[in-house]
């Protein structure tokens, strides 16, 4: 049985990738599709890039780079947030795995 | 009353982990905020707040006045950690209790540790044992038994494994992320005792992945960049590539993790150095990776030969090594391990939990005095074990919260009132699925909490309340729900659901997907994937009508109004339209509810953009025709129905119905697509009308009959898939997917919608018995006699046959069901002229 956040991690990662080689629009619509599916089947995956970093915010491991400030923010999401909508449940399958900085 | 103590912790210098034995087996606790094993053992003091763990460890190296770990190396001396944010000094003892207190907030069963089983590490003296003793009662445990970790760890082998005779000595080599203990244990039938040890405080399997950055990426980046220096400025605090560093760490320990299964792993990144952009494809080997990790590794084997020289042991003298720690899962280690030291390996137990393990199996045997009980807050069974606890009124605290029900925001403010006796107590708000938790934080007067929300779900949050011990208060403990992308009196709600209408074309009929619910706040935007279900010929007056319709998306499409209809036909098209091919609607509804959509026909790439103002009325006449139709056939039927249960005047009021139906047929199909007049409105109403009548025929008696029929099938449908061969887990994974819509089916109240239903239950039974291999074999044999008129084809069905006794004799189940769901195809009856009238919308 394939593992379905195995298989979103990498959506996400080939996303970035394009997305670093300015070619991202080209694909954006098949990424939505993509998206769309694991949706349907009640996952819930989000990039927390450009968030405000918080310290209640356990959905995340952080690394902070640079000095601690007062606007501390996502700047970096290495693996995206993934939960699962059971019945009647919310479940955070994955943290995400994210870079903050002082902006 | 005399009790097992049953749990075990592993205080680690890095994590910590809870376990309790029950009924001969161990189990591991997870953590509530992020369902992982283990705890970081690390205790920050935020300016508002006390973070333990994952998220405390976040800060470690960026707030180190603040934030401490590795404490445990500090137990038993008089040192003491000034903390700047609270102006105050804690010691490893007060840090120490702080990690096993949040350990018993890993112990979800409702049950509270009285007593437990902490281990420590073999070279503790008598002063360290004694502050690990005091940490142990500040966190609230009556009783407390130490135990050695190399102990722990071979008892969890002891009993986890089945070893013929335990006799003799073993040696625990304990690798973890940033330590390395290596043990000599004796075990005989009446003891194990730890007879000798070394250790390294400073290496574990961070030293992996930085050898990995250092050795193999590093070289890397300077050769592509030719800036000699990298390696000095990636090293620098608070340089100019920190994030790099960070980066580069997280993606060697995934390497390291890839190579413990496969022969290579790549790095890949991309970065900006010096002002320009590389794209870095770092490829990383086994055979790399073991040259550069021997030199660590063999520091860890020197230890261990310590270890035997001194005690005069030689490899034959040694039973086995049990492996303990994260780092011992790199096959590198276990090889040199083997090779070097010539001691067969032990590694049949979670290397990370083991200790934990082993300290609950030996809790297992202890036993301690427990207290009366005396269970004042909650009658509950599973609070059995609950220690005497102060009931709200005895504690001269009350608490309010303030905070809106439903929220369009990432973030909802929480307002906390507090009267009475609040200083020295804590809060602390955990959401049910461990993606926010506030940490510990004083309680006061008044305070705002910012709570972050999973979009488009009910949030569920749990509030915890603290005496000055961090002990809880149970009676104050109260859960609270935010749902989030719901009605709030911000935003205008939209009053009907907004759906589409696509094709049920074995039915003959059409049904509606909902794209935006009732209440949903505008503006909405959604992307609804679905496929094209009838080929359009490029230059054809086949068309494919896109028809958005607002009303109850349980009801059949007629009780709907329309709001806007595309059409796009073959002469629109740039190439043929293929039936099966993909259509993208994207819908975007405005707070002005002005609607846009964008249709995209993959196949042939077009694009087609409508907007709609849903203040005029947009009828599509031939959707309406097939409407007419399609709730004329349900309405003879139903009285028909009622004709046959004898409900006579369910009967009369249908009949006036179809009656009422069949006078405005004339008009209605005299129209044409592009009539000016007004009667197409008057007609779609009218019918609009009918059709939401005819939904209450047959009262709440027949809603009632329908939804035993549904609970019946159901349950059938469950038993045949149970019965099935071939892809039982997607059957099942269908009918929980039915299942879930079951508070709509009950709550809808609606004859189509529970129909509709049922009429999918009925499709995943028949999918269910074909793939069952009785019932093909059942229906093959009856197929096989037809006649060769009942075929298209029979030349090929007689193949088909064939082949499915070829299989069926050797039992080739998975073949015959291919053959014989292949002669379904060939059978006359496939071919319904019937369903080549059926235009429907064109979208499935």
Known sequence: MINPVQIINQLFEMQCKLQE??????????????????????????????????????????????RLGSKMKITRTIKPIIYKREIGNLQLLQKGIAIAENK | MLKPVNFGIDLGTTNSLIARFEGRKVQVFKNPVGQKETLASVVAYRPERILVGDKAREYLTKDPVNVFGNFKRKMGTDEKYYVVNIDDNVTPIQLSSLVLKELKNFVHTGEIPRAAVITIPASFDTMQSNATLKAGQEAGFSDIFLLQEPIAASLAFFNETDIPSKDGYWLVYDFGGGTFDAALVLASEQEIKVVDHEGNNFLGGADFDFAIIEKIVVPEIIRQTGIAEFEQELRTKYGKYEKLYHELMYYAEEAKKELSHAPSSVIEFSADIDNKRYDFSIPVTKEKADEIFLPIINETIHLVKNVMERNKLTARDINQVILVGGSTFVPQVREQLATQTGIPLNFSCDPTTSVAIGAAYYASGKYYEAAPEVNLHMPSDTQEEAPPTAPADAVNLKIELSCNATSRDKEEVLLLFCEGEYDNKYYRIIRSDGGFDTGFVALKAKKTEFLAL????????????????????????????????KYTIDGQPLPHDISIEVDDVENESTRLEVVFERNSLLPQKRTVYREISKTIKKGSGDAIVINIMEGDKNARPSSNLTIGYITISGKDLSSDLVKGSDIEIQLHITDSRVLNTSVFLVMTQQEFKNVFSISEKQIHIDRLKEQYTQLEKELVRTVREFQHNNEEIWEIKASALLAELHSVKDNLMRLKNKDQSDTKYVLAEKIRRISQEADKLGGNERIAGLLEDYYELKEKVAQTINAADFEKEEMRKKLQKLSMGEDSLLHSRNVSYIENRLQQLRELQFNALFNTTSFLISQYVQWREWPKEMYKDYTAAKRLFKMADDSLEKEKFADFRMQVFNLTHLMASSDNPVKKEFKGTGIG
């Open chain 2, 454 to 485: 999973v979009p488009s779900v009910n949030n569920l949050f749990n509030l915890h309340v603290y005496d000055h011990n961090y002990e809880e208060l149970p009676a104050f403990a109260r859960q609270f729900t935010i749902a989030q992308g």
């Open chain 1, 21 to 66: 080689a300015g070619m991202a629009q080209n694909f954006e619509r098949n990424f939505n599709r993509l998206y769309n599916l694991f949706e349907e089947d009640g996952f819930i995956i989000q990039d927390p890039t450009g968030d405000t970093y918080s310290e209640t915010r356990t959905d995340c491991e952080v690394s902070i780079s640079g």
